[in-house]
Nanobody, 129 residues
């Protein structure tokens, strides 16, 4: 069982920055692919960014490329999402997710919700004009 706890959300003006953190309880954290998904009011939960269990590969949805950066620190059992140049359309609840590394080795699976077995409770990000 893996427990994930997100932090770092809040209210920010358009053009501002936030850094989300996700603390994981897994003893074998370094063997998990990690991702950030987000869900805006009235919309489906969507993929945002992912990082492979090795940390060597990262993936982003087109709408955040160049503005969001996902990273991980296996020594701290943590994954981060640095967000800059935030836009009102980035407003959503952001969820941290973890999936065993062996479940995904190809490009496409990193974007799929089913790849990730464990989910956090989410942290709210609100971007105002």
């Amino acid at each position: 069982q893996v427990q994930l706890v997100e932090s770092g959300g809040g209210l920010v003006q358009a053009g501002g920055s936030l850094r989300l953190s996700c603390a994981a309880s897994a003893h074998t954290f370094s063997s998990y692919n990690m991702a950030w998904f987000r869900q805006a009011p009235g919309k489906e939960r969507e993929f945002g960014a992912a990082i492979s269990w090795t940390g060597g590969s990262t993936y982003y949805v087109d709408s955040v490329k160049g503005r969001f950066t996902i990273s991980r620190d296996n020594a701290k059992n943590a994954v981060y999402l640095q967000m800059i140049d935030l836009k009102p359309e980035d407003t959503a609840v952001y969820y941290c997710a973890a999936g065993e590394g062996y479940r995904c080795s190809g490009y496409g699976c990193y974007f799929e919700r089913d790849t990730y077995k464990y989910w956090g409770q989410g942290t709210q990000v609100t971007v105002s004009l």
